[in-house]
C-alpha cells in the first residue's frame, strides 16, 4: 500500500503539472487546432490522471560524482550475541499505527464517500428517470432518429424518452443507452440537430470516458485540479461534439444550431448525473460553446500537441519517480553504516550431524566427512587440513576450515566468483560457485607449520560499508525505537534506555532463521553502543513480516542480563 500511495502521490503532483499547463495554453490552442484533437488530449490526461504508475527513468547516463564506498573488514560477531533473556523481559512498545496506515485509511474512506456519492446520486437520478419518462410515440420524431442512426452508423437499439423533470437533453445508461428529451415542443429541424449530438456522444463513448473521469476524480479526491481537469473535459467534451453536428455547415446553420441550444436550455438544468451527457453547462461554457459554434476558421490537427502531451505525461511522472527512488536510495536507511552481513562460522560448538551437513556439498568434488570418527577424506586420503574460504570486500573473507593433525594430505576449495549466485532478496551470494576440490603440492603440505594450523587465525566473518553519517542523519536512522523507550543522543553518539546509558545494543534486521551456533546463520545486523554503559539490549523482529528493506518488522525490546 506504501508503494502504491507513493506512485498515486506522484501521480497527482505530476499531472497537475501537466493539467495547469494544458489549461494555461488551451485558449491560444483553441484558435489553431479543431475541437477533436484538444478533446483527445483531455481524455489523455484524464487516462493520466488514472493510471498512477510510471516507467522509470535510468539516470545513470547524467554525469555525476559518486562518493567512495568503503568496506572495511570489522571482529567477528559470532559471539558478540548476547544470550536471549526470558520471555518476560521483552518491553513492547506502546500501541502506534505507521503513518502510512493512518494515509491510506483517510485515502480509501475519501474514496469510498466519493463513489458513494456519485453512486447515489446517480441511481436516484436514474430512479426518477424511471419514474417520468415516457417513450416518445411519435412517428416523425422516431423516424429522424432512425435516420441519423443510419447515417452515423449506429445498429444498437437507443431509446427516445420524453422526461418531465429535466430541463435540456441528455445521452443517460450504459447498457440501456436512452436519448431525454425536456417536455417541451422542439420542431423538426431543431429536434434533428439534438438527436445528432447525442448520437455522436454515443458513438464516440463519452460516456464510458466520463465513467474514467470520475474514477480519476475518486482516486484523486483530494487534489483540487483533478476537478478542474474533469470541468474542463466535460466542455471540451461538448465543444467538440458540437463540431461533428456541424462539419461541413455554413454560417446560417451553425447560426440555427446556436439558436436550438439557448432556446432548449433556457431554463437551465435542474438535475444531471455524472454518468450522463450534459447539453447545459453553464453560462460561462455556453458562451464558450457559442463562440465555438460560430467559429468557422479552418483548423489543424493536433497530433503534435498530443504527442508533447503525452510525452510530458510519461517524463514528469517518471522524473518524478526517479528523483524519488534516488532521494530513498541515499536516504538513512540505505546507507547501512552501521549494519552488518553475519555469516557467523567461528568459534562455534559444532555437532558430528553439522559437520556432516556443511560438508555434504563437497562430496561431488571427492571430499567425504565421516562423522563417526569426525574424520574427512579426500580420494581415500585421511585430510589433515582443509580450507575453503571466499572474499567478502577489502581484505575480509570468510568460509569453513578443518583440521586433523594425522591426516596426510592438505586440500582447498576451488570456487569460481565471476558466477556469483543471485538471492531470493535480490542480493547476491559472494560465495561464487564451487567448482571442485583441490590437494595441495606435497612441498606446501611439509612447509606449514602445524601449530599454526592447530590455531588459525580469527577469519573476519562481516562486513561494514557506506559513508558515514551525519548525526543528524543517524538520529532519524534510529528514531525507530523511540516508541520501545530506547533514545539516540546525537550529541554523545550513545544510546539510553529507560535513562539508562546502553553499553551495547545488538538487532538483527533480518535473519534466515537459523541460529547463531548453528553455523548456518546470514542475516543483517546493527550492533551499537558504548563501553561505559550499564546495561545492554537487544531488539526484537517478527521476520514473517519484512519491511520494504527485508527487515522484520520491529516489535519490541530484551533487556538482556
Partial sequence: MQTFLTALLQCSVSMSLVTLAYMAIHPILSKRYTARWRYIVWLVIAAGWMFPFRPRIDLSFLPMQMPDMPVTPVQPITNAIPPMANAGDIVNAPATI????????????????????????????????????????????????????????????????????????????LFHPAILLPPVKIAGAELSLILKHELIHFKRHDLCYKALI???????????????????????????????????????????????????????????????????????????????????????AGVAIFCIVLIGILTTGATLAAATDKEQANGPESKNVTNYVAIAEENIVETPESKAEAFAVYGQCGLTYNKNTDQLFYNEKLVRYFEDYYPVGDGASVGKSYFNENGTIDVHGVRNLSQLTLNPDGSTDPSGKLIG?????????????????????????????????????????????????????????????????VRQFVDVLASNGESFSSGKFKGAMRRMGSPDGEIEIEAVRDYTQPDANGYGALIGIEVVE
Fill in 98 to 173: 505507521p503513518l502510512w496506515w493512518v494515509l491510506a485509511a483517510i485515502w480509501i474512506l475519501g474514496v469510498v464517500i466519493v463513489v458513494l456519492y456519485h453512486t447515489l446520486r446517480h441511481g436516484r437520478f436514474m430512479k426518477m428517470v424511471r419514474r417520468w419518462s415516457e417513450p416518445v410515440t411519435d412517428l416523425e420524431s422516431l423516424g429522424i432518429l432512425d435516420s441519423l442512426k443510419s447515417q452515423i452508423g449506429i445498429k444498437t437499439q437507443v431509446g427516445l424518452n420524453v422526461c418531465q423533470s429535466i430541463t435540456s437533453p441528455m445521452l443517460v445508461s
Fill in 214 to 300: 470520475l474514477a480519476a476524480t475518486a482516486l484523486h479526491w483530494f487534489n483540487p485540479v483533478v476537478y478542474l481537469m474533469a470541468k474542463a473535459t466535460a466542455v471540451q467534451c461538448e465543444i467538440s461534439c458540437d463540431a461533428l453536428v456541424l462539419q461541413g455547415a455554413d454560417f446560417h446553420q451553425r447560426k440555427q444550431y446556436g439558436e436550438t441550444i439557448i432556446g432548449v436550455v433556457r431554463n437551465g438544468a435542474k438535475l444531471r448525473t455524472a454518468l450522463s451527457t450534459n447539453f447545459y453547462g453553464g453560462k460561462k461554457d455556453m458562451k464558450n460553446r457559442i463562440y465555438s459554434i460560430m467559429d468557422t476558421k479552418q483548423k489543424r
Fill in 437 to 501: 576440490v583441490e590437494a595441495y603440492s606435497q612441498a606446501e603440505f611439509e612447509a606449514r607449520d602445524i601449530e599454526e594450523l592447530k590455531n588459525p587465525p580469527m577469519q573476519p566473518t562481516a562486513v561494514e560499508s557506506g559513508p558515514e553519517l551525519t548525526p543528524d542523519e543517524l538520529a532519524k536512522l534510529y528514531s525507530i525505537y523511540e516508541p520501545f523507550g530506547v533514545t539516540y543522543d546525537k550529541k554523545q553518539d550513545c544510546f539510553y534506555y529507560n535513562g539508562k546509558l
